[in-house]
């Protein structure tokens, strides 16, 4: 690791590892237990081999959060048995969806946890690490990043845009939605406007702890292959840079990332010094070959090569300040593929952290 580089952490370099076992954001089971795997594949140790003084007490646990939010709903009036509106029998009684936006309160209440985590650890000048999980965490994570350094901009490594809002979304999963929650963009709003217009108080209203805090000139995405028609519309309607796997193929990894620093440095508040980055990189950002146990693969992806580069080169700016790792799945595939999954995720960690080839 060399040490001129990570200019915006304190000394000794201290990574903070942000274990999320959480699946709310989506339905496919498993996703929760990708960072157990992560963990227990040695990534605290293969860290402090590259030099890091590592933190890591144990994954967060949302027992509590889900605890909470059942023992609060019990205690409001519920509909009359039998009636239309009666949701007593199910098991989200207590977080029905709105429209059809799947866990809306678990999500938020968990996405506001892992902001506070992520700040508090970024404020001490450690570079937090978040193991997802599902990419609805990136809500929290931002969020927290951009506590700590206001400045900050993203790069967002996806197959996906993720970008939906509650009026576009057409699965309800919230992990295909966290950057417009964190743009404030004007879909959800309306849908959570309408939602306390004509719902009883009783239950709570989710994200409304989350501000519009990225601009549209704050992130670039690299890698985008499968991305919905409303998601299009909102790129190109606000102006944001995206770099599909058509420009990877036209302009070749290099060339890509390179554009993707150059434009956020355009936009920097702070010209006199490097823009701190937060990377929020999703393993089905590569290919399947590469990276096979993830709930949403989609051929034609990066490389493996391609993906240690994106990680490799923004260590090389000494302006990482937040890593996000998201959406191995150990239960969508064989052991072999699970196993070929956590090793790609866990180099992906180490070639963001200073692992170099020489």
């Given at each position: ?16 590892i ?26 605290v ?7 890091w ?5 144990g ?11 059942s023992?609060s ?71 927290g ?36 929650f ?10 959570f406007?309408?939602y ?8 709570e209203?989710p994200?409304?702890?989350i501000k ?15 991305v919905?028609?409303g ?5 190109k ?36 010094e ?9 393993v089905d ?7 096979p ?12 090569r391609?993906?240690?580069y994106?990680?490799?080169r ?11 790792l998201?959406e ?7 052991d ?10 866990c ?12």
């Amino acid at each position: 690791m060399t040490s001129e580089l990570a200019q915006f952490l304190k000394s000794p370099k201290t990574v903070s590892i942000v274990g999320c076992p959480f699946s709310g954001g989506q339905p496919k089971i498993g996703v929760d237990e990708g960072p157990i795997h992560l963990v227990e594949a040695g990534l605290v140790n293969q860290l402090q081999e590259l030099g890091w003084n590592v933190k890591f007490d144990g994954h967060h646990q949302f027992e509590d959060i889900k605890y909470t939010l059942s023992s609060s709903s019990a205690t409001a009036s519920s509909p009359a048995a039998g009636t239309d509106n009666d949701t007593s029998t199910t098991s989200n009684h207590w977080d029905p969806p709105i429209g059809i936006l799947k866990n809306p309160r678990l999500v938020s209440r968990v996405c506001e946890e892992v902001a506070k985590v992520v700040s508090g650890h970024a404020k001490k000048g450690e570079l937090p690490v978040t193991l997802g999980g599902d990419h609805s965490l990136a809500m929290g994570t931002i969020s927290g990043t951009l506590d700590a350094h206001p400045s900050a901009g993203v790069i967002w490594v996806d197959a996906h845009a993720d970008i939906n809002t509650a009026a576009t979304t057409e699965s309800g999963n919230i992990h295909g939605m966290p950057v417009s929650f964190l743009m404030g963009l004007d879909g959800n709003h309306q849908a959570f406007s309408d939602y306390n217009k004509s719902n009883s108080p009783s239950l709570e209203t989710p994200f409304a702890w989350i501000k519009p805090v990225l601009k549209p000139s704050s992130i670039v995405y690299i890698g985008l292959r499968d991305v919905d028609s409303g998601e299009k519309k909102i790129l190109k309607d606000n102006g944001i840079k995206a770099f599909s796997m058509h420009d990877v193929d036209r302009y070749g990894i290099g060339k890509v990332v390179e554009m993707a620093l150059d434009y956020l440095n355009a936009d920097n508040t702070n010209p006199d010094e490097v823009r701190p980055i937060h990377l929020s990189f999703d393993v089905d950002a590569l290919d399947p070959s590469v990276a096979p146990s993830t709930g949403t693969p989609v051929r034609g992806g990066l490389t493996f090569r391609e993906g240690h580069y994106i990680c490799e080169r923004i260590w090389e700016t000494g302006a990482l300040v937040g890593l996000d790792l998201m959406e191995v799945n150990p239960s969508l595939e064989d052991d072999v593929s699970v196993k070929q999954t956590v090793a790609v995720g866990c180099s992906l960690v180490r070639a963001a952290l200073g692992e170099t080839l020489l």
